[in-house]
């Protein structure tokens, strides 16, 4: 049985398929990473404004136990210096969590980026179903969360409970010490005990945050045929985009047939061949390709040609260069502006001797001057 016939997903996700899912909320998301950088974010946070905070704690202690007998009964007063003790701490406080939210988005989005999505928002009935439920509980993904679980608990644990023997004297020593060293002292430590925490779980995000990845690609792989489903659904079947290229074909024909009666002449082999030209006297520049075509194309054009009075010139050489190196609405190669330019001439003064202006022009020559290199 053929592989696309079991319908195994074998395949990596494509581009639309991880675009589709982003929509609807589902990518890789590590939350031991956003933990680590909240912990280690702490950390930063009391070192940038550790300082700060503890001469504001040493300046509430002073206020609060410097009241004056008139402060004390004064309950306006009492009021004022609630308001300047709560100040004081509010500025430090607000960005220490300042901070720390930085910190929580730079790690909550740096393994899936930041996505939106309303879809992921909305309730559904498959999250209520006992089935699915199970099937959650049970399941592969629930089995590695449990493995991890139990592994963040012994590591975190373990880190846990070096800090605090280690630290234990240290804590203690902090109910005897003076105000403000103790302020000082408390903020040092809990910096360590967050810098030693966070950094205690990339043992945990080392393995997490691969899996997480791992497990979003697993669950959007596709089956073979998934994938050329999509590609028809995108692209389009082969049918309709070969009817949307015949359509482009035959409206570009007909822009091109709307062109034949501006031409000034047109150049033939004199059957299969058929190149119409126009060269704008007034503007200079070069003469252009305004239509040209093989076989039945080339006898459509030499019709409209002779029904507008355009005159057809039989030269089966100039005929086949123009057709192969000159685009529809492009100026023709450089190498052809002798040939041409002699056409041309011949062609303005036949006018002018039909008009009665001048005298029969000579005959063109059969050998234009065509480079070698041009020759088909």
């Avoid at 899912?21 to 933990?35: E, F, N, P, V, Y």
């Avoid at 559904?124 to 509980?137: C, V």
């Avoid at 006297?281 to 459509?300: F, R, T």
Wanted: net charge neutral; glycine share 6%.
């Amino acid at each position: 049985m053929a592989e696309s016939d079991t319908g195994e997903k074998t395949e990596q996700p494509t581009a639309k398929k991880l675009s589709d899912a982003r929509k609807k909320g589902q990518i890789a998301r590590s939350k031991d990473l956003g933990t680590m950088f909240v912990l280690i974010g702490s950390a930063v946070a009391l070192m940038i404004v550790g300082d700060s905070l503890v001469e504001n704690l040493r300046l509430i202690m002073r206020n609060q136990f410097s009241l004056s007998r008139q402060e004390v009964m004064d309950i306006h007063a009492l009021y004022a210096v609630v308001s300047t003790n709560a100040s004081l701490v509010f500025v430090p406080m607000g960005w220490i969590f300042a901070i720390i939210m930085v910190a929580a988005f730079i790690g909550n989005t740096m393994l899936g980026g930041i996505s939106f999505s309303w879809e992921a928002m909305a309730p559904k009935a498959s999250k209520l179903s006992p089935i699915a439920g199970f099937k959650r509980m049970f399941g592969l993904k629930a089995y590695v969360e449990l493995v991890k679980s139990l592994l963040k608990f012994f590591v975190v644990f373990f880190s846990a409970y070096l800090l605090l023997t280690s630290l234990f004297e240290q804590i203690l020593s902090l109910s005897i010490e003076a105000i403000p060293l103790n302020f000082g002292h408390a903020v040092d430590l809990l910096l360590w005990m967050f810098l030693a925490l966070g950094m205690s779980l990339i043992i945990i995000v080392a393995v997490d945050a691969p899996y997480q990845k791992w497990d979003h690609t697993r669950q959007l792989k596709m089956t073979k045929q998934e994938i050329k489903d999509e590609h028809k659904t995108s692209e389009g079947s082969p049918e309709n985009k070969g009817r949307i290229r015949r359509t482009q074909y035959e409206m570009s024909q007909r822009r091109m047939m709307a062109d034949v009666p501006n031409s000034d002449v047109v150049i033939t082999n004199p059957t299969h061949f058929s190149v119409a030209l126009k060269y704008d006297a007034e503007q200079g520049g070069a003469p252009q390709v305004i239509a040209k075509g093989i076989d039945e194309m080339a006898l459509h054009i030499r019709t409209i040609a002779k029904e507008h009075g355009i005159e057809i010139i039989a030269s089966p050489a100039l005929a086949r260069s123009l057709y192969y190196t000159a685009e529809v609405n492009e100026d023709i190669p450089e190498e052809l502006f002798a040939a041409v330019a002699q056409v041309l001439a011949f062609i303005f003064q036949l006018n002018e001797f039909q008009k009665g202006k001048g005298s029969r022009p000579v005959p063109l020559a059969n050998n234009l001057p065509i480079p070698d290199d041009f020759k088909y």
